[in-house]
């Protein structure tokens, strides 16, 4: 089994209501079968998609209590969400990088081929596109099972560098009591409309590429403006790309860990109290 945030990371900041009432009880269940307690996040393990190697037993996923949220980084920007509810959902879902099994909602950016898919699996009950390809704009406000997902389009550049108006989209989760946003492509600083309707965001997919998607100073002014309890990098293809965001983020003075598996489990109460960049390595599918 593979452990996702550390146990530093475990001070319950930012618990409301039922939410403090689930941390305590879950926090006492892991003291009576743990040492120091361990996170929520160590209810992840890799399987079913993994092959176990010689002598080991497959190890199925535990599955998850209400209040959490499993996240697993495929490749590039595609994250696969896991609700309590069993509802999987993969972000900028493309040709290239997909989950193991057709997720139950897949969403698309319009930037390039590896955020969207020109063949998307028929068995996706949900595709959202964060475009239209017809032009104009393209809202989504769709409850499925037990997430909400909505969106917020922003503007993108062409690669002859002229203006795309509405060709990304920033999408956003609401699940078991976390509020999870993915920024997919975005080209420019947010304004104060965005960031209402943005609402508070506990987890943010930023991508920190440095080059096709925001400069990295922008970068920093747009999750200064969300302020996020954890910043998720994506998108660092670009050599020097992660090592820069890295040093940008500690002049920032946001703690910096490193992940050993690229998936975890979070719930409110595992959240850190305070801003935490939590790199994962792609994990394939």
């Given at each position: 089994?593979?452990t996702?945030?550390d146990?530093?990371?475990?001070?319950?900041?930012?618990v409301?209501?039922?939410?403090?009432a689930?941390?305590i009880?879950?926090?006492?269940?892991?003291?009576a079968v743990?040492s120091?307690?361990?996170?929520?996040c160590?209810?992840?393990?890799?399987?079913?998609?993994?092959?176990?190697?010689?002598?080991?037993a497959?190890?199925w996923?535990?599955?998850?209590?209400?209040?959490?949220?499993?996240?697993?980084?495929?490749?590039?920007?595609?994250?696969?969400?896991?609700?309590?509810?069993?509802?999987r959902?993969?972000?900028?879902?493309?040709?290239?990088?997909?989950?193991?099994?057709?997720?139950?909602?897949?969403?698309?950016?319009g930037?390039?081929?590896?955020?969207?898919s020109?063949s998307p699996?028929?068995e996706?009950?949900?595709?959202?596109?964060?475009w239209?390809?017809?032009g104009?704009?393209?809202?989504?406000?769709?409850?499925v099972?037990d997430?909400?997902?909505?969106n917020?389009?922003?503007?993108?550049?062409?690669?002859?560098?002229?203006?795309?108006?509405?060709?990304?989209?920033i999408?956003?989760?609401?699940?078991?009591?976390?509020?999870?946003?993915?920024?997919?492509?975005?080209?420019h600083?947010?304004t104060?409309?965005?960031?209402?309707?943005?609402?508070?965001?506990?987890?943010v997919?930023?991508?920190?590429?440095n080059?096709?998607?925001?400069r990295?100073?922008?970068?920093?002014?747009?999750?200064?403006?969300?302020g996020?309890?954890?910043?998720?990098?994506?998108h660092?293809h670009?050599a020097?790309a992660?090592?820069?965001?890295?040093?940008?983020?500690a002049?920032?003075?946001?703690?910096?860990?490193?992940?050993d598996?690229?998936?975890?489990?979070?719930?409110?109460?595992?959240?850190?109290?305070?801003?935490?960049?939590?790199?994962?390595?792609?994990?394939?599918?």
């Amino acid at each position: 089994m593979t452990t996702g945030i550390d146990a530093s990371m475990e001070t319950p900041g930012r618990v409301r209501g039922a939410s403090r009432a689930v941390a305590i009880v879950l926090g006492l269940v892991f003291a009576a079968v743990a040492s120091p307690a361990m996170a929520i996040c160590q209810l992840v393990a890799n399987a079913p998609y993994l092959t176990p190697g010689d002598g080991e037993a497959r190890v199925w996923k535990a599955a998850l209590s209400a209040g959490e949220v499993q996240i697993r980084y495929i490749g590039h920007s595609t994250f696969e969400l896991e609700t309590p509810g069993s509802i999987r959902i993969a972000t900028d879902y493309n040709d290239i990088y997909r989950p193991f099994l057709p997720p139950t909602v897949a969403t698309m950016n319009g930037a390039h081929s590896t955020h969207y898919s020109l063949s998307p699996d028929p068995e996706i009950e949900h595709l959202l596109y964060g475009w239209n390809p017809e032009g104009g704009p393209m809202d989504h406000d769709l409850t499925v099972g037990d997430v909400r997902i909505r969106n917020i389009q922003t503007n993108i550049r062409s690669w002859d560098g002229e203006t795309r108006r509405l060709g990304n989209s920033i999408f956003i989760f609401e699940i078991a009591d976390l509020c999870i946003a993915h920024l997919g492509h975005l080209h420019h600083r947010l304004t104060k409309e965005d960031y209402l309707r943005l609402g508070q965001i506990d987890v943010v997919f930023a991508a920190i590429d440095n080059s096709s998607t925001l400069r990295i100073d922008s970068l920093m002014d747009v999750l200064k403006g969300i302020g996020p309890a954890m910043i998720i990098p994506m998108h660092f293809h670009f050599a020097g790309a992660l090592p820069a965001f890295k040093g940008r983020a500690a002049e920032a003075g946001y703690r910096i860990v490193e992940a050993d598996a690229p998936d975890l489990v979070i719930s409110k109460g595992s959240l850190p109290a305070s801003t935490t960049v939590y790199i994962m390595m792609p994990g394939g599918a």
